[in-house]
């Protein structure tokens, strides 16, 4: 059997290595994937290793590797199987800048609803087939909205990689400060009380902005990726006219 990339017609990324598995009872590329998304689901990236994937499949590490390379694939395929919980959109020249707020929207969630998946993501370029599908589908949306095309690709470039980061900073959040409402809310009152406090002589500007750069710490995470990726897709329709 051969690697998924061959098996669905698309030549092999760069560094990817051809494969022929053999079968066996009880383990694929599909299984081991699943566990180490639920693994990491469960506990977070660095609890992935392939000895610990290996247990979870009642099986060897080393049976492992005649299906997948590393840790480094491993996590490449679980973060390209995720992206396939992003539907596609078709594009509409029309709505093209909602469209490309709901759809990085979507992938920003979705992100988020598996602990610090997003690092995955972090200084890497994505090519497997459901990132290359969603690749697709945001570069045709800003397409449809006419922006030039150096822009689209430092644009693309530049949304990926704030709504990874914003995704990743967030699950930092959530296993920590933020754990629950509570403590994040606790948290937070600690932080303006903190800039209050502050000499006024020395920080008279912070202080005065402690509500806003504050905000509402139940609608914070959210008003704040809002406001990014509006600035970003604003951006890059001014920067297109020039």
């Known amino acids: 059997m051969f690697d998924m990339t061959e098996a669905i017609g698309l030549p092999r990324p760069p560094g990817a290595k051809p494969r022929r598995v053999r079968a066996e009872r009880g383990l694929s590329r ?27 499949l009642g099986t060897g590490g080393a049976s492992l590797y005649a299906h997948i390379d590393g840790k480094d694939e491993l996590l490449e395929l679980v973060f390209d ?3 396939g919980e992003i539907a596609p959109i078709e594009a509409d020249p029309k709505h093209w800048q909602d469209q490309l707020k709901s759809y990085l929207r979507d992938w920003h969630r979705i992100l988020l609803s598996h602990r610090d998946l997003a690092r995955i993501g972090l200084g890497r370029v994505p090519t497997g087939p459901n990132s290359l599908v969603g690749m697709e589908c945001m570069l045709s949306i800003m397409r449809a909205g006419k922006l030039d095309d150096a822009v689209i690709g430092y644009g693309a ?17 959530m296993s ?14 600690e932080l303006e009380t903190y800039f209050a406090s502050l000499p006024p002589e020395r920080f008279p500007t912070l202080i005065s ?4 750069l504050m905000g509402d710490p139940e609608e914070d995470g ?21």
């Open 222 to 242: 959210e008003a704040r990726f809002e406001f990014g990726l509006d600035v970003v897709v604003r951006g890059l329709v001014a920067r297109s006219k020039k």
């Open 209 to 212: 902005l402690v509500p806003a």
């Open 176 to 189: 920590g400060k933020a754990a629950t409402p509570e403590v994040g809310q606790a948290y937070h009152r």
């Open 81 to 83: 199987e995720v992206a």
């Open 30 to 56: 599909e299984a081991i994937v699943a566990t180490a998304l639920r693994v990491i689901d469960d506990e977070g990236i660095d609890a992935v290793t392939m000895r610990r994937i290996g247990l979870e």
């Open 157 to 173: 470039d530049l949304l990926s990689a704030y709504v990874t980061n914003s995704a990743y900073e967030g699950s930092i959040w």
